[in-house]
T-cell receptor, first 116, second 115 residues
Framework: EAQVTQNPRYLITVTGKKLTVTCSQNMNHEYMSWYRQDPGLGLRQIYYSMNVEVTDKGDVPEGYKVSRKEKRNFPLILESPSPNQTSLYFC???????????????FGSGTRLTVV | GENVEQHPSTLSVQEGDSAVIKCTYSDSASNYFPWYKQELGKGPQLIIDIRSNVGEKKDQRIAVTLNKTAKHFSLHITETQPEDSAVYFCAASLISNFGNEKLTFGTGTRLTIIP
């Protein structure tokens, strides 16, 4: 089944304790992205990656890091989490336009992070 | 950068009636406009999209219209059913053959279908 898998689904952590949210896709998509969803603000892009070793900042990158060492994986790293990073996080992937594939994002099921 | 506004934020519709959600965008260069449906506890799912060279697209009970001049696009759901209850997001993006840079989302519409 074509899917984007995020782990964990739920996470409660303390301020300053480094954490990683994993994201993996099995569709051989070039493009991957992380979004956070907050009430009244919709989905805001944190980071995106056009391909292996190619990443760039989205709208709200502060406090986050990403890496893209393999095509299928795109982990989100919070080096020193703070309470304002409490949110619902989504990973998404899509093919690159012009490759002949139907273009559109596939989202993971989300990770609800609480930082206390 | 792109700014997408979405209205209304909540919408209640009697089962069987139609629902319309409207979005406006700011960047005239945007050329791709998808709509996503998010059910409780799940990630957003693409339900329909439209490119800027098309004015309308339909898929069964769902249709999207685009007015490039006015920079607005709308989602139309006809003959609504209880399973249409969800949060709907519009989005806008500039894409090229080299890839998408950023998909900017609206703030969402919570649609409730009243049985």
């Amino acid at each position: 089944e074509a899917q984007v898998t995020q782990n964990p689904r739920y996470l409660i952590t303390v301020t300053g304790k480094k954490l990683t949210v994993t994201c993996s896709q099995n569709m051989n998509h070039e493009y991957m992205s992380w979004y956070r969803q907050d009430p009244g603000l919709g989905l805001r892009q944190i980071y995106y990656s056009m391909n292996v070793e190619v990443t760039d900042k989205g709208d709200v990158p502060e406090g986050y890091k990403v890496s893209r060492k393999e095509k299928r994986n795109f982990p989100l790293i919070l080096e020193s989490p703070s309470p304002n990073q409490t949110s619902l996080y989504f990973c998404a992937s899509s093919p690159i336009p012009g490759t002949g594939k139907n273009y559109g994002y596939t989202f993971g099921s989300g990770t609800r992070l609480t930082v206390v | 950068g792109e700014n997408v506004e979405q209205h209304p934020s909540t919408l209640s519709v009697q089962e069987g009636d139609s629902a319309v959600i409207k979005c406006t965008y700011s960047d005239s260069a945007s050329n791709y406009f998808p709509w996503y449906k998010q059910e409780l506890g799940k990630g957003p799912q693409l339900i329909i999209d439209i490119r800027s060279n098309v004015g309308e697209k339909k898929d069964q009970r769902i249709a999207v219209t685009l007015n490039k001049t006015a920079k607005h696009f709308s989602l139309h759901i006809t003959e609504t059913q209880p399973e249409d209850s969800a949060v709907y997001f519009c989005a806008a993006s500039l894409i090229s053959n080299f890839g998408n840079e950023k998909l900017t989302f609206g703030t969402g519409t919570r649609l409730t279908i009243i049985p």
